[in-house]
């Protein structure tokens, strides 16, 4: 069984500023991977990056990285630079050999101008 | 990239009626795909896994009687709300995993259901 718990609601950020989104998540598989989706307001799921739990790196696209703590079970997502574009609501989720995904309650970010 | 669509976007019916909802991997052939349902500012959660040749797998808690799933082809899983009710009204998501190793899940569009 899978459960993932994001603790932040909702977060607000500047423009151009950084902000951390806090994931946490419990897993019974050796072999898993863990997301970070986007949903806009017109609610397609936008897959903002991803993590196999066997790698240590880090995993990063552009402005986006993770600090993945495997240890700690935890996986948060770091957006440098932000932009009014990334207001949405951010979802961790995570996923193991079935494919399903166990999504956690999500953290609404607003991007202040 | 890998596309899911699904139809109708919106569907409004009256209560006792029976909806279906289609959803299709464009671009790609999924032997796996599966059906979320999100209420307002809440979660995705997993309704069933809907695998191509083989009865859906559901997730507990959700009546396999009241959400029929048929996934006929490698492109196409269909749900069916039966007998629907207003607490069936809800946002309907489905999303297909290319299988080979490929870990990603693709998102539909999604469905907006309303039962009257």
């Known amino acids: 069984a899978q459960t993932v718990t994001q603790s932040q609601p909702e977060m607000s950020v500047q423009e151009a500023e950084t902000v951390t989104l806090s994931c946490t998540y419990d897993t019974s598989e050796s072999d898993y991977y863990l997301f970070w989706y986007k949903q806009p307001p017109s609610r397609q799921m936008i897959l903002v990056i991803r993590q196999e739990a066997y790698k240590q790196q880090n995993a990063t696209e552009n402005r986006f990285s993770v600090n993945f703590q495997k240890a700690a079970k935890s996986f948060s997502l770091k957006i440098s630079d932000s932009q009014l574009g990334d207001a949405a609501m951010y979802f961790c989720a995570c996923g193991g050999a079935t494919n399903k995904l166990i999504f956690g309650t999500g953290t609404l970010l607003a991007v202040q101008p | 990239g890998a596309v899911v669509s699904q139809h109708p976007s919106r569907v409004i019916c009256k209560s006792g009626t029976s909806v279906k909802i289609e959803c299709r991997s464009l671009d790609f052939q999924a032997t796996t795909m599966f059906w979320y349902r999100q209420f307002p500012k809440q979660s995705l959660m997993l309704m069933a896994t809907s695998n191509e040749g083989s009865k859906a797998t559901y997730e507990q808690g959700v009546e396999k009687d009241k959400f029929l799933i048929n996934h006929a082809s490698l492109t196409l899983s269909t749900l069916t709300v039966t007998s629907a009710h207003p607490e069936d009204s809800s946002f309907y998501i489905c999303?297909?995993?290319?299988?080979?190793?490929?870990?990603?899940?693709?998102f539909g569009p999604g469905t907006r259901l309303t039962v009257l």
């Open positions: 999303s297909a995993n290319p299988g080979g190793g490929n870990n990603e899940q693709f």
